[in-house]
T-cell receptor, first 111, second 110 residues
Framework: DAGVIQSPRHEVTEMGQEVTLRCKPI?????LFWYRQTMMRGLELLIY????????DSGMPEDRFSAKMPNASFSTLKIQPSEPRDSAVYFC?????????FGPGTRLTVL | GENVEQHPSTLSVQEGDSAVIKCTYS??????FPWYKQELGKRPQLIID?????GEKKDQRIAVTLNKTAKHFSLHITETQPEDSAVYFC?????????FGTGTRLQVFP
């Protein structure tokens, strides 16, 4: 298995633009998580899905952020409109029980 | 909700010495406690974990202890090596929801 796959690996955009981050979890894993990592706030859980259903989105910072999981092998995190304070590394992780496996992350820079 | 505190935020040791990182959690229903290592520019990777029905677990130079009554758990690294230098995160998990501590930057000097 290739592990958790994220794209793009790097994204540079201008304030106000829409950003879409993508994640493919490990096949067979039934839970998927989106995290944001910054120096100031550390690793924050944004939202997680179980069997494609959003379970807890209490970490989503505001309405500009949305996430979907249309099927077991794909999820997106969308920011619209983006702001400079959204600059961070966004990780996707998946698990079936216990260990969460992280993807390589997407480094987002909003100018 | 769950809150995980981690100390120290930075730790510098000489190669060969031991390193200890401590975490406390607030939700007694948390039942799984993984430790992740994150090297610069890379993803967090699991190095060891412990479940709430176990008090201690060891894997070569790494060990984790859990005190459920006090709601704290610790990571112990013995005979540290320069390649142990990284940021270490503890976490507490309840029903798949993983809450991370704030991280400890460990530097091992040769």
């Amino acid at each position: 298995d290739a592990g958790v796959i994220q794209s793009p690996r790097h994204e540079v955009t201008e304030m106000g633009q829409e950003v879409t981050l993508r994640c493919k979890p490990i096949s067979g894993h039934n839970s998927l998580f989106w995290y944001r990592q910054t120096m100031m706030r550390g690793l924050e859980l944004l939202i997680y899905f179980n069997n494609n259903v959003p379970i807890d989105d209490s970490g989503m910072p505001e309405d500009r952020f949305s996430a979907k999981m249309p099927n077991a092998s794909f999820s997106t995190l969308k920011i619209q409109p983006s702001e400079p304070r959204d600059s961070a590394v966004y990780f996707c992780a998946s698990t079936t029980a216990g260990e969460q496996f992280f993807g390589p992350g997407t480094r987002l820079t909003v100018l | 909700g769950e809150n995980v505190e981690q100390h120290p935020s930075t730790l510098s040791v000489q190669e060969g010495d031991s390193a200890v990182i401590k975490c406390t959690y607030s939700d007694s229903a948390s039942n799984y406690f993984p430790w992740y290592k994150q090297e610069l520019g890379k993803r967090p990777q699991l190095i060891i974990d412990i479940r709430s029905n176990v008090g201690e677990k060891k894997d070569q130079r790494i060990a984790v202890t859990l005190n459920k009554t006090a709601k704290h758990f610790s990571l112990h690294i013995t005979e540290t090596q320069p390649e142990d230098s990284a940021v270490y995160f503890c976490a507490a998990v309840k029903a798949d929801k993983l809450i991370f501590g704030t991280g400890t930057r460990l530097q091992v000097f040769p």
